[in-house]
């Protein structure tokens, strides 16, 4: 469970960062992409953890937010999901074809832009 909040928290933190204030992405990103402790972000910030906790669970909320309202995260899974499916059809169906296939890279490519 730990590990799939991290991974959420990390890939909303991807597609929503720059809307977050220097500070905010500062604490979530030392804590969930580098995986510092409270204690260590607050060594270093020198504020308590009290204020590094409260500010990182402000900011998850923030994210989650954003996601509720925008959906970038979840329209990309739901695009990754297609091109799986859509991929796997052409290697089922068209082995042989390498232009279909550079086709489909080529949207994945301009998707990842």
Sequence with gaps: MEIEKNNRINSL???????????QKEYITLYYADDYSLGEISEEFQ????????????????????????????????????????????????PEDTELKHFLDDLEKSEEE
Excluded: C, G, M, W
């Design 13 to 23: 933190l991807e597609f929503y960062e720059q809307l977050l204030t220097p500070k």
């Design 47 to 94: 504020v308590s953890r009290q204020a590094v906790y409260d500010n990182i669970k402000r900011t998850v909320n923030i994210l989650e937010k954003y996601e509720q309202q925008l959906h970038l995260l979840s329209n990309f899974e739901v695009r990754n999901a297609k091109f799986d499916q859509i991929r796997a059809y052409i290697n089922q169906k068209y």
